[in-house]
Each structure stands twice: as C-alpha cells, then as structure tokens.
C-alpha cells in the first residue's frame, strides 16, 4: 500500500463525524495491522451495504429490504406515526424499545439560511400517509433546536389543516439530571411542561 493510499484512507475517515484526522489516521493504523480480523471483514461490509442496503420507499428507514422491516411488521401500531429527522434519530428511538408505532424519516429539517424548504425534505409524503390513515396520532419527535421547532411548527399546521391528530415529545429535565447542571433552555421547557404528580 503506498503512502498516498494510507493518506486518501486516513482523508476519506476524517470525513466521518467524531473523527478528525488524528483518530482517523490512529484507525487507519489499526485497520492495517490487523488486516485479515479486521480491515478485510470490514472492507467486505462496506462493499456489500453499499449494494445492498436502500432507502424504504414508505418510511425512509435504512434496510436491505423494501419496505423495511419495521413498514412490513404487522405487530406495530399502524395508528402511531412518529416524525423523526433522520435514521440515526429512529434508531435511537429503536434503542429503547418503547414506541411500538411507525416512523417517518424526514431527512433533515427546515432552514431559511440553508435554502431547505418543505418540499426539499419528506414532508408531503407524511402529509400524504396520515391523510390516508384516518384516526391516527403523528408524533412530532424532532429536536429541540429552532430548526427543529420551526420543522414541527411548519408539519403541525398542515396536518391539522387536515383533521390529523398531532402530538410532540415532551422537552425537560432527563432523568438522572440535576438543575444546576442544566441549561436555562431545558429548565424553562421542563416548567413549561409541567404536569400533575
């Protein structure tokens, strides 16, 4: 392997998120001394996710099939739609098994200043899928920042337009946290969403 070669791997690692250029060239470097347990198993799973792996046509989940895995099971809820901005957020929500409903992956949120506007993004998909599903409650689970609170502003009002059920998550204190070390901005939506006990 010549050294430009190390150097365009080192470069193409970097662009990863959470890996800048030492990290990426300390991985490199693990990747090369051990090859066949580690770099070749991983060359292959990427060469074959690249083939593989798709966008679901219904909710914009990663899978290898579609619709995915989650679209097809019959044991979810299909009366719960949950709007996430991304896989990496669907995942997350996977992780802690609580929601047993369907998602819908938006792939990113609105943004003036980056020139993002609600057709750029899947939003008259949602709109479409919950107009045709009568009944059922979207849960708007995008982030806490003003693109992501302008996002679920901007989908609340046209799915109500609609007659659709529309709920978000709640936004405060996580659990285990203490105030003093929180932000002014969680303290506030913790008081704003205050509820009985």
């Known amino acids: 392997m010549a050294e430009q070669d190390i150097d365009r791997l080192v470069q ?5 998120p959470g890996l800048g250029p030492r990290s990426a060239r300390r991985a ?5 001394k ?11 799973a990427l060469a074959d996710a ?6 679901c046509s219904t909710c914009g989940n990663l899978d290898t099939i579609d619709p995915c895995a989650i679209c097809v099971d019959e044991r979810r809820d299909g009366s719960q739609l949950c709007v996430v901005e991304d896989v990496a957020d669907l995942w997350a929500l996977e992780r802690t098994a609580s929601f047993k409903g369907k998602y819908h992956v938006l792939g990113g949120t609105l943004s003036a200043l980056d020139g993002v506007g609600p ?15 009568p009944g059922a409650e979207v849960i708007l689970a995008t982030s806490a920042t003003v693109d992501g609170q302008t996002t679920a502003h901007y989908i609340a009002d046209r799915l109500r337009e609609h007659g659709v ?3 978000g998550l709640a936004h405060g204190v996580p659990v285990g946290g203490e105030l ?12 704003r969403d205050r509820r009985p006990v």
Do not use: H, M, W, Y
């Not at 193409?12 to 990863?16: D, E, F, G, I, S």
């Open 34 to 44: 051990r090859r066949e347990s580690l770099l070749q198993p991983l060359a292959t």
């Open 180 to 191: 003093d070390f929180l932000d002014d901005g969680t303290i506030a939506a913790a008081l």
């Open 28 to 32: 490199v470097l693990q990747l090369l």
């Open 50 to 55: 690249g083939e593989r792996v798709r966008s």
């Open 12 to 16: 193409l690692l970097a662009k990863l």
């Open 165 to 167: 059920k529309v709920s």
């Open 119 to 133: 057709d750029d993004l899947n939003i008259p998909a949602l709109i479409a899928r919950a107009i045709d599903n």
